[in-house]
């Protein structure tokens, strides 16, 4: 049963190591803001949230789940932090402990790092949200191949939308970026990804 489990993971997730943008998709999408070639490395960076600056740095010692998106976003944001909710909700709480979740707003006009805390606090109370300045947060992104563009939208009342990548990126304790989860992944793929690297950390 295991072996099965960890066989349909293994068709679920990109292993890190392998991680391929997918031009096709980004194409269509129009997503080209920061376009890479190969498998993005990863990486630290610096942005801000309701409680001052945080690095991912430091979470060392914890696995950090990592997602791209904006507030405003009608579904795919809400269905991604969803997915991973469900996953953290079947993690004992000593597991707890030992992850958190980072949601990066794409949208820094809109999302100030108050209406982030609120956002990501809706769906797990081991989110938090963070923002930057334009160059902050493209710098971010581009160490993981996230990809986003604005599209103006003259019949809303929003003004324009903003078209991203929906990838999951799950960092282990030593800051590596291990997996990346595609959209619609199941919580339960995640779920074993996260509990292969606390046992890792603990060995």
């Known amino acids: 049963m295991k072996r099965f489990l960890w066989k349909m993971v293994g ?8 991680i391929q943008l997918y031009a096709s ?17 990863g990486g630290d960076f610096v942005l801000q949230s309701q409680d001052g600056a945080v690095s991912t740095e ?40 030992k992850i958190a979740g980072m949601f990066v707003s794409v949208d820094p006009k809109r999302d100030t790092v108050t209406a982030l805390a ?3 606090e ?16 493209a710098t971010a992104a581009r ?6 563009s604005y599209t ?6 929003m003004g324009y939308v903003v078209n991203h990548s929906a990838t999951i990126y799950l960092i282990d304790q030593e800051g590596v970026l291990r997996f990346a989860f595609p959209h619609e992944t199941p ?11 606390f046992e890792e950390g603990s060995s």
């Open 118 to 120: 609120e956002y990501v």
């Open 25 to 41: 998709e980004v194409a269509g999408e129009g997503l080209s803001l920061l376009p890479m070639s190969g498998a993005p490395k």
């Open 58 to 97: 430091a979470f060392r010692g914890k696995v950090l789940l990592l997602y791209f998106g904006y507030t405003q976003c009608p579904d795919v944001c809400p269905t991604s932090l969803s997915l991973i909710a469900q996953s953290l909700n079947e993690l004992e709480s000593a597991e707890l402990d």
């Open 187 to 197: 919580p339960e793929a995640m779920l074993g990804a996260m509990r292969m690297l």
């Open 143 to 148: 160490l993981y191949g996230a990809q986003y």
């Open 152 to 157: 103006e939208t003259g019949d809303s009342a």
């Open 11 to 18: 068709l679920m997730i990109l292993p890190a190591l392998s």
């Open 122 to 137: 809706y769906f797990h109370p081991n989110f938090i949200g963070v923002t930057g300045d334009a160059e902050d947060i």
